[in-house]
């Protein structure tokens, strides 16, 4: 055989390995390319754009488990379309870890956070890199109520100027109200569609002899912390979102007249003897966990249980969403004109390193097909407008989807956003002294005088 002849052999053997590179990859994919109703195209216009073999990008996020194995499936389809090695770490842990790494200067390319506080921190410290231009715009164009979560992702950086620095990919919501189908149709109850429905549903179930609502906020050490998502919601639904914002910062302070009054409002739910399962007394040493249960029972003990979307995971066993029990949006004041604002959590994607393969990376987070395919799976949702939504695992997500899709504002959990002796403190313990019979202007001022010590 001749020279020629070798190199023409070498070059047919090494182009059929190359061809047989993106076959051999979709073995690993969880839905192979092409097949189903995902957004195909534009993941294969991002590949045959974006080439970096023998380049690796390392991600450092909270998940284990399932969750773990959730991203790790969507990740696989950055390593088919770009040739590169991503590397995720999970861990429990994450945030100290994140710091730590920061600290020593060797953080991972891309860190997930589960609260935009720590990366707020990190990015004034210098630790993280704005993302490229033009994601904040692309954000409040495609993602429902997009200028909220553009605004979640804006830090001022360490030359103290603000910048778009994460990405929220993978979102929670919390502005739910639970009741069994059965027995509103046992009784003929709507749906509410206004909170000034939802206020006279209430009344019309104490003049039928039942009782509206259960509420626990019993939680061992963190004992307190349900009450604060009603006021958040609530909040968000009687004043502007500014107001909310200058709130969680204290730039507004927790015994303003406006805050004040959000909690009073919660204590019409919650210190109504008449509304409540096991009366008022029992909110705060009820466990949370066991909060929802009157819904089950036989005659129900309650008919609407405020909580979010994690709580079926505490409902008796067997209980099908959807079939035994269901959900509704918390709803707006219809005399407000707020909008139909959404709270919720979820995690944040920021990055460490200015690089091409870093910056790709965002361009893939941006595609319908990659929030599609982690929504096929379980546990995810997405405000991005672009989406499938039939591609949603079941019609709990779906129904939690169109939530986050129909919002005008989201807030991310106002505790979250205070510093920890406030939102992880004092708020807790106030609230179970609200409803221990407390003056909610005592309480306000109580935690105000908390957060000045802190400032101190």
């Known amino acids: 055989m001749s020279k020629n002849s070798i190199r023409l052999f070498v070059a047919f053997v090494l182009l059929l390995t190359i061809l047989a590179v993106p076959t051999m990859a979709?073995?690993?994919?969880?839905?192979?390319i092409g097949e189903g109703d995902f957004q195909w195209d534009a993941l294969q216009e991002f590949a045959d754009a974006n080439d970096f073999s023998g380049e690796e990008l390392s991600i450092l996020?909270?998940?284990?488990?399932?969750d773990q194995e959730f991203v790790e499936s969507v990740l696989a389809y950055f390593e088919w379309a770009t040739g590169a090695t991503v590397n995720h770490a999970g861990?429990?842990?994450?945030?100290?870890?994140?710091?730590i790494d920061c600290q020593a200067g060797s953080p991972l390319d891309i860190i997930v956070f589960p609260q935009p506080g720590?990366?707020?921190d990190l990015a004034s410290d210098g630790c993280l890199v704005p993302l490229p231009d033009g994601s904040s715009d692309w954000m409040v164009e495609n993602y429902a109520a997009g200028q909220s979560w553009a605004d979640l992702g804006t830090y001022a950086g360490e030359d103290g100027e603000?910048?778009?620095?994460?990405f929220a990919y993978k979102v929670d919501v919390k502005s739910l109200v639970w009741y069994s189908p059965d027995n509103f149709d046992d009784t003929g109850y709507d749906i509410p569609q206004t909170m000034e429905e939802l206020i006279a549903l209430s009344d019309q179930i104490v003049a039928d002899g039942g009782t509206p609502w259960c509420i626990g906020l019993g939680s061992g050490d963190a004992t307190g912390w349900p009450?604060?998502?009603?006021?958040?919601?609530?909040?968000?639904?009687?004043?502007p979102t500014e107001v909310y914002d200058g709130w969680v910062t204290n730039e507004i302070p927790f015994n303003d007249e406006r805050i004040v009054s959000a909690i009073e409002t919660f204590g019409d739910f919650a210190k109504n003897d008449a509304w409540v399962n096991g009366g008022a007394a029992s909110v705060a040493s009820t466990d949370f966990r066991d909060s929802p249960q009157g819904l089950f029972s036989v005659p129900p003990e309650c008919y609407m249980h405020r909580q979010a979307s994690f709580i079926p995971a505490f409902f008796p066993e067997g209980t099908e969403v959807g079939v035994d029990v269901d959900f509704f949006y918390f709803p707006a004041y219809e005399s407000m004109d707020l909008g139909t604002p959404v709270l919720g959590a979820g995690t944040l994607w920021a990055r460490t390193t200015d690089s091409d393969v870093s910056s790709a990376f965002y361009d893939f987070l941006e595609l319908p097909v990659v929030h599609e395919l982690w929504m096929a799976q379980s546990g995810f949702l997405?405000?991005?407008?672009g989406v499938n939504t039939d591609l949603?695992?079941?019609d709990t997500l779906r129904g939690l989807g169109e939530i986050l899709l129909g919002a005008t504002t989201f807030r991310f959990d106002g505790s979250d956003l205070m510093p920890g002796a406030i939102g992880a403190g004092s708020f807790w313990t106030g609230m179970v002294d609200y409803v221990s019979g407390a003056e909610a202007q005592d309480v306000a001022d109580a935690i105000q005088a908390s957060w000045e010590a802190i400032q101190d």
Not at 91 to 99: H, T
């Open 26 to 32: 979709q073995d690993d994919l969880v839905f192979p």
């Open 61 to 66: 996020s909270p998940w284990l488990g399932p």
């Open 91 to 99: 861990s429990d842990s994450m945030e100290q870890q994140a710091v």
């Open 118 to 120: 720590l990366a707020a």
């Open 162 to 166: 603000d910048a778009f620095y994460a």
């Open 227 to 239: 009450a604060t998502d009603w006021v958040e919601d609530i909040l968000l639904r009687t004043q």
């Open 382 to 385: 997405t405000p991005h407008s």
């Open 392 to 394: 949603y695992a079941n």
